[in-house]
């Protein structure tokens, strides 16, 4: 086969990709358009609701909130994978680590996410719909029956339709899976993902118009003069998105305390949001519809304040029961409070001119998602194409770098890469039959020294649970460091020791060739 030949047939296997993702496309944004409006007319009709509250309605409330964390819950313990954003499985998904029945994923998720957000619950609908979405693609690549890299690209293009759909945001969906979830920048992904988000958001847009979800304006860009504002309030959006990290994480150690089945323990929420919306009704839900207040009105500081608090707790108590929802628009909603709190304490301290208030609501949004996401290039683009009104990105930026160097210095890890571990320690440990303890040091000028924990290929069956350095344990995350003079404490099968031992060293000489070679 000569050259031409072979360029030939390298443009048609991107072309077949591009349409099959297109395919995907169109119906994920279907599947989500039906998903984003049985999520707001249920929201609606509780808003309704709780406007007009009277003791024999609210009884009726809390019996139909049981009544709906029993449905969930039964859904959740039939297919426990559908269960929190959806995104730590997809992830999980494209990297090997765990399969899944698309058609129980695709109905269950969609059912038991409508039930768990519609109520008010502080949950997004994004993550679920990049699960949903991601489902589509493996449904997609059964029926024409694609393997391997390609049913994985299905995959993933399913996912970025997904975010596209929910947030209108082709370029940022396309993105936030590379960058997040796929971790592969590689042509054929991009381009039937981006083909695939592009062919979801005209089916959304054709649904729910074309204004931006977040419309937001501000009068004029922020003027170089008060830059410093951004590493002040980026350090404490850092400071504050490493807090959540950290209360999310813990959530389900709390909930056990409860004694409640795990399946069911969203009846907490479900029933602690009932005051909420008795107190404020328009806050429910994923907090988009108080981030497009703010742009007719921001409220005083002491009511912000109050906002931040329960938006901060509410938000980890839902996201943490492991009801199916989401928490990449609580964030956004968070990260919209912090800005306005810190605008408008500047403000009042004569600091900072009123008319920027907004620019700072606005940047703290994308910075607040950044460093707990830590996926700043989405963040960016995300927030840029779902406000639809950014005259300049670089305070944005610099905000979103503040934030994401803090939790990057207190060890903060990527979010839905810390839940995804959550997810595959058990079924690394549950494979060990007698476990064992093997400790591993890593001497200067080793392949190991200076590696991120998630760039070494690790052997099956076994799991790294902590990494000695000097006087301390580090608990090691993806974007953790191996330095030299680290002992690895790896934990396995007591009969494969000496191999998993082999095999480390073997992949190190390995990737110590390579660099020579190099």
């Known amino acids: ?48 609701l709780y406007r007009h509250p009277s003791a024999g309605l609210l009884i009726l409330i809390a019996l139909g909130s049981v009544v709906l964390a029993i449905v969930v819950g039964l859904l959740l313990k039939s297919e426990p994978n559908i269960s929190g954003s959806g995104i730590p499985q997809v992830e999980g998904q494209l990297k090997g680590e765990l399969e899944f029945n698309w058609w129980s994923i695709l109905w269950k998720k969609f059912t038991a996410g409508i039930l768990a957000i519609g109520p008010g619950l502080f949950l997004g609908r994004e993550g679920p719909s990049i699960q949903l979405g991601a489902a589509v693609g493996q449904g997609v690549a059964a029926g024409w029956k694609r393997q391997g890299s390609e049913r994985r690209i299905m995959i993933a293009a399913g996912a970025a339709a997904g975010l596209s759909a929910a947030f209108d945001a082709p370029i940022a969906g396309t993105l936030f899976v590379l960058e997040e979830v796929y971790h592969n920048f590689s042509p054929l992904v991009w381009v039937t993902s981006l083909a695939s988000a592009l062919a979801a958001d005209f089916i959304s847009l054709n649904v729910f118009g074309e204004v931006p979800v977040l419309h937001l304006t501000y009068s004029r860009p922020m003027p170089v003069e008060l830059y410093w504002h951004l590493l002040l309030l980026g350090i404490l959006l850092g400071l504050l998105g490493f807090l959540y990290q950290k209360a999310l994480l813990a959530m389900p150690r709390l909930y056990a305390l409860t004694h409640i089945p795990r399946a069911f323990q969203g009846i907490i929420p479900f029933l602690l949001v009932i005051p909420i919306g008795v107190w404020l009704p328009m806050i429910l839900g994923g907090g988009n519809q108080m981030i497009i207040g703010f742009g007719k009105n921001v409220p005083g500081l002491s009511l912000l304040l109050i906002l931040f608090a329960l938006r901060f707790v509410f938000s980890v108590v839902s996201y943490g029961s492991g009801l199916p929802g989401g928490i990449f628009l609580p964030i956004l909603s968070l990260g ?76 903060g890890a990527p979010i839905y890469e810390s839940l995804l571990e959550r997810l595959t320690v058990g079924k690394k440990v549950s494979g060990i039959t007698h476990m064992d303890r093997l400790e591993l040091p890593v001497f200067a000028g080793s392949p190991l020294e200076d590696r991120l924990v998630r760039d070494f290929q690790w052997p099956e069956q076994t799991l790294l649970s902590g990494i000695q350095r000097g006087e301390k344990t580090i608990l090691p995350h993806g974007d953790t460091v191996i330095r030299a003079g680290d002992t690895l404490v790896l934990l396995t099968d007591s009969s494969q020791r000496a191999a998993v031992a082999a095999a480390i060293h073997q992949t190190a000489e390995a990737i110590k060739d390579e660099h020579t070679s190099q």
């Not at 050259?3 to 296997?13: E, F, H, M, P, V």
């Not at 703290?364 to 963040?379: D, L, Q, R």
């Open 1 to 48: 086969m000569n050259a031409g030949q072979k360029k030939r047939q390298w443009d048609l296997t991107r072309l077949r990709l591009v349409l099959q993702g297109v395919v995907v496309g169109l119906l994920t944004g279907g599947v989500i358009s039906l998903f984003r409006l049985g999520i707001e007319k249920f929201l609606e009709f509780m808003q309704g």
């Open 336 to 411: 919209a409070v912090i800005g306005a709190i810190y605008g408008t304490f500047m403000h009042q301290m004569g600091l900072l001119p009123e008319n920027y208030v907004m620019n700072l609501i606005i940047f703290s949004m994308a910075a607040y998602f950044a460093c707990i996401g830590k996926a700043p290039f989405t963040a960016i683009l995300l927030i840029t194409e779902m406000v639809g009104n950014l005259t300049l990105l670089m305070p944005m930026a610099l905000l979103a770098l503040v934030a994401y160097l803090v939790v990057d210095l207190l060890g």
